[in-house]
């Protein structure tokens, strides 16, 4: 069915090093993957995708790796800061229309 | 800032009465995505609607309902509260349907005792 997993439900770094969240999904016909940022009191913000004919995708300081064989895609933030501090989701499209998403990380970013 | 905007952003309701959601989209967007997120848990997929039809659902049942117009404003009705059905409530709008980039909203605490 459609599940998508995600770890570690809970993440905590000291400020300056490197964050990986990890994400598994079900379906090998989903093609597209997103992450997104939640704090507190406010609705997901998208902050990188990578859709399947892609293996990685950079932005600054986040960056996204898919491996569509193992069904297997990750979330690496380096030098973290502070205002990273915040629940992480990763999700995968079905059907193209449906997000499923995981259960997300809570990354606290310690000064 | 995404441009989604929800109304209203909090709202308590006692059991079994009804509640009406309302989004309105990005400038452009012709399809609207509604997300149920409990405490603690990732948004849970209700339903699409594109140009005005539904296109998709969830396993909600029927007392979840919904409405596109043509401004793109779109609304979610919930007959029959139930109190499982406090949560937060979002909107997401696409560009197009199958386009699979989603943009949030701020989302509607809706608390039912």
């Known amino acids: 069915g459609e599940n998508v997993e995600q770890h570690p439900s809970t993440l905590s770094v000291q400020e300056g090093d490197s964050a990986v969240i990890k994400c598994t999904y079900s379906?090998?016909?989903?093609?597209?993957f997103p992450w997104y940022k939640q704090e507190l009191g406010k609705g997901p913000q998208l902050i990188i995708d990578i859709r399947s004919n892609v293996g990685e995708k950079k932005d600054q300081r986040i960056a996204v790796t898919l491996n569509k064989t193992a069904k297997h895609f990750s979330l690496h933030i380096t030098e973290t800061q502070p205002e990273d501090s915040a629940v992480y989701f990763c999700?995968?499209?079905?059907?193209?229309?449906?997000?499923?998403f995981g259960t997300g990380t809570r990354l606290q970013v310690f000064p | 800032e995404t441009g989604v905007t929800q109304s209203p952003t909090h709202l308590i309701k006692t059991r079994g009465q009804q509640v009406t959601l309302r989004c309105s989209s990005q400038?452009?967007?012709?399809?609207v995505s509604w997300y149920q997120q409990a405490l603690g848990q990732g948004p849970q997929f209700i339903f699409q609607?594109?140009?005005?039809?539904?296109?998709g659902r969830g396993n909600f049942p029927p007392r979840f309902s919904g409405l596109q117009f043509p401004n793109y404003s779109s609304e979610l009705n919930v007959n029959a509260l139930e109190l499982d059905d406090s949560a937060l409530y979002l909107c997401?709008?696409?560009?197009?349907?199958?386009?699979?980039?989603?943009?949030f909203g701020p989302g509607t605490r809706l608390t039912v005792l």
């Open positions: 609607y594109y140009r005005e039809e539904e296109n």
């Open positions: 400038s452009g967007h012709n399809t």
């Open positions: 997401a709008s696409s560009p197009d349907r199958g386009t699979d980039t989603q943009y």
């Open positions: 379906d090998s016909a989903s093609n597209y």
């Open positions: 999700a995968a499209v079905y059907n193209t229309d449906k997000l499923i």
